[in-house]
């Protein structure tokens, strides 16, 4: 459970979530290092008070100017591209669950069993006690096995909504008229 507190994402619940944690810290480690040699120059040129013509206007340096952030793209895109091909795979589920979002509730079924449908209200904050999340607890908690490949169906009947699980690295939006797969 993240807290108010926390600056990092919540401990990876699944392998995509793991990947996904990867990637920030590999496109973080780049943009500081890019905004520390930015800077560095900034600094220096706005200190230095010798200025050579010649250096200002090099072919040489345009060039690095310009080969140099296309290598960047690369190293920050390819790692990217791969990561959304791994989201979007859809192995062979063991069980689906359909999500449904209305205004103030969500509507779960287990499409796999018969009549196994419910609806998760949250909990009024004045009938909430004290282990509760504030906010965040329902009546009926959604089940979901561990360790087996899930397909949630999720759509709306009002309104958009967004279906979010941080630590599996899960989130889509509930738009009425579509179902999104996740």
């Known amino acids: ?34 905004i520390t040699i930015v800077g560095y120059n900034i600094v220096s040129t706005y200190t230095n008070i010798n200025i050579d013509q010649h250096m200002l206007e090099s ?17 920050i895109g390819l790692p990217s591209i791969r990561l959304l091909y791994l989201l979007d795979e859809v192995y062979q589920p063991s069980i ?34 004290d282990f509760n999340f504030r906010l965040l607890d329902v009546d009926n908690r959604t089940v979901i096995p561990f360790n087996t490949q899930v397909r949630t169906l999720i759509s709306a009947a009002d309104v958009l909504h967004s ?20």
């Open 59 to 75: 072919q040489p340096l345009e060039l690095f100017w310009t080969i140099v952030p296309s290598f960047i793209l690369v190293f």
């Open 1 to 34: 459970m993240s807290t108010l507190a926390a600056l990092n994402f919540q401990n990876a619940a699944s392998p995509l979530m793991e990947q996904l944690i990867f990637f920030h810290d590999h496109s973080m480690t780049i943009l500081i290092l890019i």
């Open 96 to 129: 689906t669950i359909k999500t449904i979002g209305h205004q103030w509730y969500w509507s779960y079924e287990y499409s796999d069993f018969l009549n196994l449908e419910f609806d998760s209200y949250m909990i009024p904050v004045n009938e909430s006690m």
């Open 163 to 182: 279906w979010t699980v941080p630590a599996l690295g899960v989130k889509a939006d509930a738009v009425p008229g579509r179902l999104n797969q996740v």
